[in-house]
């Protein structure tokens, strides 16, 4: 496997860890970016396969933070899932 593609790999697990769905990578010189197709996120992922001695191989939003979009989903997809009872508050 090319540096390269271990690289977008890495980028990808990563940024999937973090509720990011990445799209197409795009390929420039040697340097690849993906953005999150989220509706309303936008965020990047980047890969520099031959970064300057300060620089980092695989960086962007995409990689250090998490999707507000996916997880709002995930935080308030279980609130159809749990019974209200009297204990509660409800009456259910």
């Excluded at 690849?32 to 996120?41: E, H, M, V």
């Amino acid at each position: 496997m090319r540096k390269i593609e271990r690289l977008r790999k890495e980028a990808t697990e990563s940024a999937e860890l973090r509720g990011h769905t990445l799209g197409r990578w795009e390929h420039f010189d040697d340097n690849a970016l993906a953005k999150c197709i989220n509706p309303g996120c936008g965020a990047c992922a980047q890969i520099i396969p031959r970064p300057m001695p300060n620089d980092i191989e695989i960086g962007g939003t995409a990689v250090a933070l998490d999707c507000p979009v996916s997880y709002f989903d995930l935080a308030t997809s279980h609130l159809s899932e749990v019974p209200v009872t009297d204990e509660q508050g409800g009456d259910s």
